[in-house]
């Protein structure tokens, strides 16, 4: 009998059971002890679980210890999901409890056994992993200062809670090719990145008429492009379309190989025209032909510091964190500082970072003050604002390097290097060949990698890569210096990088390291001693 290849056996392993279906098998496993069946740890990812590696754990312990994303829908959590959240990590999860770019909260070090207490005690507070990983629908992004911010197009809190009532637990969405990922946004800075969406609807203001760009296809590591402008459609539309393209994918997304079953890949084989022409073939209307809006830089997609709110009396502080690392003692605290200056609610960045949401302005001051004590920052360093990393060696199967103190550390000494450096710079600390941290869409983009020294000895380290940016049509990948450098050269090079900048007559950092990737002279000297 000829062997499953990996897309094969994937199919096989959906089509024999949902994933949906394997809470049971959960509950079963948690009590009884018994070995986990393989395939059933593969539909694990249905309930936001995923198997880790084994380099934090002693060698005495067997224990097969899992990561757990739990979705925060519209990136938000609520004081009393925030105490919950802080409980689990404590008692379950080994302290661990980091944000993620696309608005989660992620647990590791998590036993099978105490799955279903975790999951009762995060659905009294209405929070859920159901579809935060897997071939799903994942958790929809947004603008975290949408409603709040007085520069938004429109408030699309309602419409987000539409999508995301649509996708839950949805029986008919539970097996599609691959992950499918769907934002919507009215901000003023285009912080929901709707180049790397699969799916993304952006309000824009044409002709004293609200219509939203409607964008598809694009994606990072295996399905690296930019997403292609559809057209614009209504509000009353969105929803629509929402349906109609995850059909789509359902029925005709490509199955032979996992690494040519996105969205994207579809529309490659198909051409833009032609699933332009299915798209509204099947909604039953066209796309309104608009020109393309102009899109802020990536760098530039911020809402850090202190903000007047829409909400008469209250503002919004967007802080910044080392490398999205809450953990228990870190959510506990902020609870209670929240509590004590009247604040109810944050939501997650997808760069990491979180907004509080309404603090009452008489207490802004104090908050923020209190904060910076907890490593908080309203007014973060250019450095530590967009400065992003993945979970890393220190859990993730696939990981070559470090990178969440790999991160922390950098941004440190960059800022101590730079006190008085005004301009943001985006970084990515990313530990394999895959794009969890984003790479290819920042500046500078370290990517985690094996090579031969200088005594050929096989070492690990990073992979350089520069000049990555989102901005609309003007978007472009970040390409490959072909320098290769090890953990420990990783401060002195980025250092060297922003001191020529300073002394060069290019005044953006991006339009700076554009023009030095491919020139080998230049990126030799930075690691000249």
């Not at 897309?7 to 392993?13: K, L, P, S």
């Not at 029986?171 to 090719?177: D, I």
């Not at 967007?318 to 506990?332: D, Q, R, S, T």
Request: hydrophobic share 35%; glycine share 6%; aromatic share 8%.
């Amino acid at each position: 009998m000829k062997k499953e290849n990996a897309a094969q056996r994937v199919e096989r392993i959906k089509k024999e059971k949902s994933g949906l279906d394997v809470l049971e098998d959960i509950k079963r496993y948690a009590k009884s002890n018994e070995p986990l069946d393989p395939e059933d740890i593969d539909r694990f990812k249905w309930y936001g679980l995923y198997t880790q590696n084994k380099n934090s754990q002693d060698e005495s312990d067997e224990n097969l210890y899992f990561m757990l994303r739990v979705k925060l829908e519209k990136g938000a959590m609520n004081l009393e999901q925030m105490k919950v959240v802080s409980e689990i990590s404590e008692k379950y999860a080994k302290e661990t409890a980091t944000l993620t770019t696309r608005q989660d909260i992620q647990f590791h070090n998590i036993s099978v056994q105490n799955l279903p207490t975790i999951f009762e005690k995060l659905q009294k507070v209405g929070l859920s992993t159901v579809f935060a990983a897997g071939d799903v629908p994942r958790n929809v992004v947004t603008c975290p200062v949408s409603g709040i911010e007085h520069e938004e197009v429109i408030d699309v809190n309602h419409i987000s809670s539409s999508i995301n009532d649509y996708f839950r637990g949805n029986k008919e969405l539970v097996n599609l090719p691959r992950k499918y990922k769907v934002g919507i946004s009215a901000c003023s800075k285009h912080c929901m990145g709707h180049e790397i969406q699969d799916l993304s609807f952006t309000a824009v203001k044409i002709e004293d008429e609200i219509l939203f760009d409607v964008s598809v296809g694009g994606g990072l590591a295996s399905n690296k492009q930019i997403a292609t402008h559809l057209g614009y459609v209504k509000e009353e539309n969105i929803l629509e379309v929402v349906k109609t393209v995850s059909y789509i994918y359902r029925d005709y997304g490509l199955r032979e190989s996992r690494k040519k079953a996105r969205l994207g890949h579809l529309i490659d084989q198909l051409g833009i025209e032609e699933f332009k022409a299915l798209v509204e073939s099947k909604i039953g209307f066209s796309f309104y032909n608009k020109s393309i809006q102009e899109y802020t830089p990536y760098s530039k997609r911020e809402h850090f510091g202190v903000h007047k709110s829409k909400k008469e009396g209250y503002s919004y502080i967007g802080c910044a964190i080392n490398g999205g690392k809450l953990g228990a003692k870190g959510l506990a605290s902020l609870a209670s500082s929240l509590e004590k200056y009247q604040a109810t609610t944050i939501r997650a960045t997808n760069t990491q970072n979180f907004i509080i949401t309404d603090v009452p302005n008489e207490n802004v001051d104090l908050l923020v003050n209190e904060l910076k004590n907890q490593q908080i920052d309203a007014n973060p360093s250019s450095f530590k604002a967009r400065t992003i990393s993945c979970t890393g060696i220190e859990f993730c199967k696939f990981a070559i390097v470090e990178t969440k103190n790999q991160a922390i550390e950098l941004a440190k000494y960059l800022e101590k290097q730079f006190p008085d450096f005004d301009e943001t710079v985006s970084i990515s600390v990313n530990g394999c060949p895959n794009s969890c941290a984003h790479p290819h869409v920042v500046d500078i983009g370290l990517l985690g990698t094996k090579f031969k020294d200088a005594n050929g000895d096989t070492v690990s380290g990073f992979e350089v890569i520069l000049g990555g940016n989102l901005e609309g049509d003007k978007s472009s990948f970040g390409e490959k210096t072909k320098l290769k450098i090890k953990d420990t050269q990783v401060n002195e090079v980025v250092e060297k990088l922003i001191l020529e900048y300073q002394n060069s007559d290019i005044n953006v950092f991006n339009q700076f390291v554009k023009e030095k990737v491919s020139d080998q002279s230049f990126i030799a000297k930075l690691v000249e001693s």
